[in-house]
């Protein structure tokens, strides 16, 4: 996470933070992560579902549009679940800052200044 790496500055000193932050909270941390995979995973299936029945239909019209279709939304649904776990992880980061350390939204944006 960005974020981590510009406040802790990296390294070992990073992870005993984690592990301080995480003191207490690993379980909903894990359980919140966890659930954001299954969900990741229900989304990419519907996606799924939804570009091979377009690439089906284009693939009757041109074998080379379905490829590509296909590949296109295959990124596009990669690009999309990578963020939202990116953002889910962000989220667990601001909650245990703000819970450990009473550091709100304010103060974390503060470092990017």
């Known amino acids: 996470m960005p974020a981590v790496a510009v406040v802790e500055k990296a390294g070992f000193s990073s ?4 592990i301080a932050l995480t003191r207490g909270y690993r379980f909903p941390v894990l359980g919140t992560i966890f659930l954001a995979g299954l969900c990741s995973i ?12 377009v690439t089906l239909t284009a693939s009757l019209a041109s074998e080379t549009l379905g490829a590509i279709l296909s590949f296109a939304s295959s990124l596009v649904a990669f690009a999309l679940m990578i963020g939202y776990l990116c953002i889910v992880t962000s989220l667990i980061y601001i909650r245990l800052r703000e819970i450990k350390e009473g550091a709100g939204i304010d103060q974390i944006e503060a470092v990017f200044e």
């Open 15 to 18: 992870l005993k933070r984690s």
């Open 42 to 53: 229900a989304i990419q299936i519907a996606i799924s579902i939804f570009t091979f029945l």
